[in-house]
């Protein structure tokens, strides 16, 4: 590794350390909350800084592909969250007992719980047919559009808010509910508000559902599966190893 003081012919960018830490704080300690929540509500000036956060995303072609709808009726919140429950019930079926029995038993949305409810939106036609960069791939407003409520969740973390995506539904279901038009698809509610805790593991490990995979394992240099050669030998021996930031010390 480059020592940031040998560096030479080009200024040093880098945020200062508090900054950096704080970065590093938010992205390692992020979390897809679902049980968590608390009543009390956010300030709406929490929230539109948060809003601004997700709108301040890159987006291919700066096409800015996303819209934000906050959801306040009770009684569109009780229709989001019974289409939920019915694609919940169907993706059970795909798995056998007694995995299908604990996949029900986990609780995958916040829909009525969180103070804050937003959906999350994409237009592929903003911008026009000829969006710079989406013209060799269509789906770049999703990776925009990913890309903002990133940006958001945290924005959130940092504010001490937590968030859920949810993404178990029909698209033509949620479209209806929320009266979008025909080409604007929905990609994610978004359940925000205060928390407890923040839980040191994701939910889904704790559950045993899933774990976080060895980062060895999703690295390659130079084509799909090679992991050999000098530069993979000089890398490879540290990045499995756990981070150890200076407020875990």
Not at 33 to 44: A, G, M, Q, T
Request: aromatic share 10%; charged share 30%.
């Amino acid at each position: 590794m480059i020592d940031p003081t040998e560096r030479k012919g080009h200024p040093d960018l880098s945020l200062p350390e508090a900054e950096k830490r704080g970065v590093y704080h938010a992205i390692y300690t992020r979390r897809d909350i679902r049980r968590e929540f608390l009543p009390d509500p956010v300030p709406e000036e929490v929230l539109i800084r948060l809003l601004k956060a997700a709108h301040h995303a890159p987006s291919v072609g700066f096409m800015q592909p996303w819209n934000f709808i906050l959801i306040e009726n009770p009684a569109v919140r009780q229709e989001l969250k019974r289409v939920v429950d019915k694609e919940r019930k169907a993706a059970a079926i795909v798995f056998e007992s007694p995995r299908s029995e604990k996949f029900l038993s986990l609780k995958v949305e916040a829909i009525l719980d969180a103070p804050v409810l937003i959906g999350v939106t994409i237009d592929p036609a903003r911008e026009g047919p000829f969006v710079l960069g989406r013209l060799s791939d269509p789906d770049t407003d999703v990776y925009s559009a990913s890309c903002a409520i990133m940006n958001l969740w945290l924005a959130a973390r940092a504010e001490g808010i937590g968030m859920g995506w949810v993404t178990i539904f029909r698209r033509e279901d949620v479209q209806g509910i929320l009266n979008l038009p025909y080409h604007v698809k929905p990609i994610g509610l978004l359940c925000l508000g205060y928390v407890r805790e923040f839980p040191q593991r994701p939910m889904l490990e704790t559950e045993e559902w899933a774990y976080r995979q060895p980062l060895s394992k999703h690295v390659f240099v130079d084509g799909w599966g090679r992991q050999e050669g000098p530069f993979w030998d000089s890398i490879s021996k540290d990045l499995d190893k756990k981070d150890v930031w200076p407020w875990e010390r």
